[in-house]
């Protein structure tokens, strides 16, 4: 710090030094140019009033003698000229009158020849022969002037012509002194010197302050935080110092804090996993597990979703990360093999920070693989997505009682846009040996036919995050087949639960001509096999909080400042958080609470329900109802209920991130998931992942994949209203040891089984499939190309 502050102090007296140096030198420039141009107009003043005087007084006195230069006059002169010479008694007068003046050496009158008429006594020494600018002044009868020195002193000569009847017959030189001009240049050096002087001292002294207040303060405050980041003192979520004046170096410590705290937490999660004989995923372990799968090789992640989109909010291009499970299962993945995420371009600045092959490397804050975006047309996004995806597919496989729209021109969107989902990735393929491709979700059911019958090479796995129904509910589709045979193109399709993988295989062995081996569970068709298999998708687990268990405290104390803060006195708290959707039973819920203030009114004024909703697909009219209907039922059972500050449901109904949910899964006490039908249901597991005080109570729909794992919580029809009624209370009145010892055995489920391993076992079971020979794959192509 000492050289630092050494280094800056010298570098700002040589840059103020010159940079004032230059200023004052322009000054002087200025003053002296201003100085010289006041002497030469008061020369000109004079001289013009002079020179008038000379011209008329030129032809008098002839008869007057005097001492010296006397016209020469003959008796053969020519009577009434004027002579070349002329008495010069008046003209001495004249000069000698007009020399005496401030800093003026002296006026001098010469003839046409240049020798002297009348001079004042001062220059008689100095200026016997006529200078340059006198002669000038004669021989061009104009105005002349320039600056000289007279021995050693520096003059100014204003020279003028002498004219008689408009010819000129002689000169009048001024003659000024100007040496007080350099004495005012020394005069204003003197003064710059001494003001250079006096500002380089007070902005060094103005300077180092600023050092030690604005920067050496944060930066000894940055290091004494880092000092304790490195010692396990404090988290990196704690508030970082005060970096506004480093803003890009804050942001590189936050990211190397939050990689230490990472790093120290695997360790001490390896250390402590060896010392049990337990075996945890990480996302550290599934990148060295990646890495030896892989070979070299490269991950490739399809969705429609994409993990960062850019907002423009005024002037400023803004980062948002999607509220996603998917991003925090897959990062990982495509860190560790510098891979690339293909998703739709959904940003409205997306256009603006991508490359000219549509491409940009995230995270943002610290680049480790590449997202390629697509784009789509507001036509292709109506059909494919809203349309075919999501009010065809979505109810199709939710069993929650919507009727399902199948439209033509959907299906053609839906087509178009798997055609150029998968040009895009053979684009992203084309040089990539032994590519290895995750496609995820029901958007992308013909992608893996299309990329395998280009590239037999590649390791294709569709992952299918909503449930498979039944084969007669799934042969609604009119397009069944041809869904069928696109994800039939995959090497392994990966379901929530064993069911959704009978249900597939049911549907197969129906729809299309192939072989299913119940044995193996996977499906032999034109001579490509596909394995099926269930992966129960998870959260990540963010370790168990010593400090936080049995701190019952804490809880109603964080309780009591969220109902605070929405205006609501309440005893107990319940929590659910959904999308605003027709199959997360968001109503069969309120209609549970409202029974249960019924039958148990003893809870009224004290039980306060808060349901955290997202608008989603608004503009689909059966979603648009929804959220009219949510909002018409919260208030209706408000209204029926309410009572001073206490109120029975509190619906937030807005787009929440993790952080802002997180608070009120550590403080409910239970949580509803009353889905009507869910692939699996991630709320129920992250609240369970945010109980590391082992407190509170899940009470979970049996129709989501999440019952079949979570045996320890509450499991309740939710379209039986009294059941779920019955369990609110049950939750509310369970012994504090049984809440512990349920929520104890869920979430070590959850640990065991967490989001890194469902990673793990889908890229592992993906890399242990059996590729057709190269030669087999030739054979194929060519056979179907020749049959086309």
């Given at each position: ?96 009158r007009f020399g005496n003046r401030e800093r003026l050496l002296g006026v001098v009158i010469y003839d046409r020849q240049g020798s002297v008429v009348a001079i004042t006594p ?294 178009d846009v798997n055609r150029k989902f998968t040009a895009a990735v053979l684009e992203e393929i084309e040089n990539v040996a032994k590519p290895v491709v995750l496609v995820q ?152 609470i409202e029974r249960f203030l019924e039958k148990y009114p003893g809870y009224q004024g004290k039980f306060t329900f808060v349901q955290i909703g997202a608008p989603s697909r ?171």
């Amino acid at each position: 710090m000492r050289l630092f502050s050494f280094r800056l102090i010298v570098s700002l007296i040589l840059g103020i030094t010159l940079v004032s140096a230059g200023f004052s030198y322009y000054e002087v420039l200025g003053q002296k140019r201003a100085l010289r141009s006041d002497v030469e107009r008061r020369d000109e003043v004079l001289g013009e009033s002079l020179v008038g005087n000379v011209e008329r007084s030129w032809n008098t006195g002839a008869d007057n003698t005097g001492s010296g230069i006397v016209p020469n006059i003959t008796p053969n002169t020519v009577p009434n000229t004027v002579p070349d010479k002329v008495p010069n008694n008046e003209l001495q007068r004249l000069v000698q009158r007009f020399g005496n003046r401030e800093r003026l050496l002296g006026v001098v009158i010469y003839d046409r020849q240049g020798s002297v008429v009348a001079i004042t006594p001062e220059l008689t020494k100095t200026l016997t022969v006529s200078p340059p600018p006198v002669a000038l002044a004669i021989a061009q009868g104009r105005e002349e002037s320039s600056f000289d020195r007279l021995g050693s002193v520096p003059v100014h000569i204003l020279a003028l012509p002498v004219r008689r009847q408009d010819e000129v017959v002689g000169g009048l030189a001024v003659v000024h002194d100007v040496s007080y001009i350099r004495a005012q240049i020394l005069l204003v050096w003197r003064h710059t010197f001494f003001r250079v002087l006096a500002q380089v001292f007070l902005i060094v002294l103005i300077t180092l302050l600023i050092v030690r207040w604005s920067i050496a303060g944060p930066i000894a405050r940055a290091a004494l935080w880092m000092r304790a980041l490195r010692t396990g003192k404090i988290s990196f979520r704690q508030e970082v110092p005060d970096f506004d004046m480093f803003r890009p170096l804050a942001r590189e410590v936050a990211t190397m804090a939050e990689s230490l705290s990472h790093a120290r937490n695997a360790a001490e999660n390896e250390a402590r996993l060896r010392e049990a004989g337990e075996s945890m995923w990480t996302a550290d372990r599934l990148s060295v597990q990646l890495r030896t799968r892989l070979d070299g090789g490269h991950v490739f992640v399809v969705s429609n979703r994409e993990p960062y989109m850019h907002q423009r909010n005024g002037k400023t291009v803004e980062v948002v990360v999607p509220p996603s499970g998917l991003v925090t299962a897959l990062e990982p993945v495509l860190n560790a093999c510098d891979g690339t995420w293909i998703a739709h371009g959904s940003g409205n600045a997306d256009t603006e920070v991508v490359d000219a092959a549509d491409r940009l490397r995230v995270p943002p804050e610290d680049p480790r693989y590449s997202l390629r975006r697509v784009w789509l047309t507001k036509q292709e996004e109506e059909g494919y997505y809203y349309g075919f995806a999501n009010e065809g597919l979505w109810p199709l496989c939710h069993i929650a009682h919507t009727r399902p729209l199948f439209r033509a021109d959907d299906w053609q969107y839906y087509q178009d846009v798997n055609r150029k989902f998968t040009a895009a990735v053979l684009e992203e393929i084309e040089n990539v040996a032994k590519p290895v491709v995750l496609v995820q979700d029901y958007h992308f059911a013909l992608l893996p036919r299309l990329l395998k019958d280009k590239r037999p090479d590649a390791r294709v796995a569709i992952f299918w995050h909503i449930p498979w129904p039944n084969p007669e509910a799934f042969g609604i589709c009119p397009w069944q087949r041809q869904l069928v045979d696109g994800l039939l193109g995959a090497d392994l399709i990966g379901f929530h639960i064993q069911s959704h993988c009978n249900n597939f295989l049911e549907t197969v062995d129906r729809v299309v001509e192939s072989r299913v081996d119940w044995e193996h569970f996977s499906v032999l068709r034109q001579d490509h096999r596909t394995m099926v298999r269930p992966f129960p998708i998870s959260v990540a687990f963010g370790g168990d909080d010593a400090a936080g268990n049995n701190n019952q405290g804490s809880s109603y104390l964080e309780r009591s400042a969220l109902l605070r803060s929405l205006g609501v006195e309440a005893t107990f708290m319940g929590i659910g958080v959904d999308r605003v959707d027709y199959t997360k039973g968001i109503l069969e819920r309120f209609l549970a609470i409202e029974r249960f203030l019924e039958k148990y009114p003893g809870y009224q004024g004290k039980f306060t329900f808060v349901q955290i909703g997202a608008p989603s697909r608004t503009h689909i009219k059966r979603y648009h109802d929804l959220l009219a209907e949510v909002e018409a039922e919260a208030e209706r059972i408000n209204w029926r209920f309410q009572s001073g500050k206490w109120k029975p449901i509190v619906f937030l109904k807005r787009q929440h991130s993790h952080q802002e949910i997180e608070p009120y899964y550590r403080a409910a006490d239970l949580c509803l998931v009353t889905s009507l039908h869910d692939g699996m249901n991630l709320v129920a597991k992250e609240f369970l992942a945010a109980r590391r005080d082992e407190r509170g109570v899940l009470i979970l729909s049996q129709f989501t994949g999440a019952a079949r794992e979570l045996r320890d919580a509450l499991l309740v029809n939710p379209y039986d209203i009294d059941q779920t009624a019955d369990a609110i209370r049950a939750a509310l009145e369970m012994e504090p040891e049984d809440k512990q010892l349920r929520m104890h055995r869920m979430r070590k489920l959850i640990k065991e089984n967490n989001i890194y391993r469902w990673a793990g076992n889908l890229i592992t079971e993906l890399c242990e499939v059996r590729l057709d020979a190269p030669e087999d794959a030739q054979e194929k192509s060519r056979a179907k190309l020749h049959a086309v």
